[in-house]
């Protein structure tokens, strides 16, 4: 039942997953909004969306499909490629989808490094918050490089397939939604997402201290 049980049965872990779910998300969408805008695209400084305000990323309907079944989403920041300089727009379409993952792998990096730097007591605050962290974000940047539209993986490749490749995707894209829920629902997604968690945390742990 999505995060309805945990709120039943401990809702002070609920409010902690709730919120480094939720700013973990706002950051993900903010990393795309300001990398689009330092290539040259403000459509989403001029909507206000770059902002930790959550109510500005917010999704009526993906929170409470998250609360229902664990399976969310907020609003993604518009990005307008139209903007970006001709000679930059697939450099930008790459840079721009993979910034959102990069923000997840990065506060993950952070939360484990302190892991390491001070070693919390099991069953303490910090080990919580900073284990629940990683995982979130490890999780996140996992699903976000499935290369089905309107992930960010499909965008990513489609700045180095031919335009015939990308016309494809395009055609998807309405549907992607529905392929992506039906799949994980399947559990045909889960050898794909461990397989990038296992190569996220491998290139993550290259910079941890031993």
Not at 18 to 29: C, D, N, T
Not at 39 to 44: N, Q, R, S
Not at 59 to 77: E, H, Q, R, T, Y
Not at 141 to 151: G, T, V
Request: aromatic residues 10%; contains cysteine; glycine residues 8%.
């Amino acid at each position: 039942m999505g995060l309805i049980r945990l709120l039943i049965s401990d809702p002070a872990a609920f409010v902690m997953l709730a919120v480094l779910l939720l700013y973990s998300v706002i950051f993900h969408e903010l990393a795309h909004g300001w990398v689009a805008c330092r290539m040259g695209d403000e459509t989403a400084k001029w909507l206000g969306r770059l902002t930790l305000n959550p109510l500005k990323h917010l999704d009526p309907i993906g929170s409470l499909m998250l609360l229902v079944i664990g399976f969310g989403w907020a609003k993604p920041v518009p990005i307008n490629l139209e903007n970006i300089p001709a000679p930059q727009r697939r450099k930008g379409l790459v840079l721009v989808s993979a910034a959102g993952v990069t923000a997840n792998m990065l506060i993950a990096f952070f939360a484990l490094l302190l892991w390491r730097l001070f070693s919390p007591e099991p069953g303490g605050m910090m080990y919580s918050v900073l284990y629940t962290l990683a995982t979130i974000n490890i999780l996140l940047a996992a699903f976000n490089l499935i290369p089905i539209p309107p992930l960010d993986g499909s965008k990513i490749l489609m700045g180095f397939t031919p335009e015939s490749v990308n016309r494809v995707l395009c055609q998807i894209e309405p549907f992607g939604f529905f392929i992506v829920l039906g799949l994980l629902l399947l559990g045909a997604l889960n050898p794909v997402i461990a397989a990038f968690q296992y190569g996220i945390i491998s290139f993550i742990s290259l910079f941890l201290p031993g």
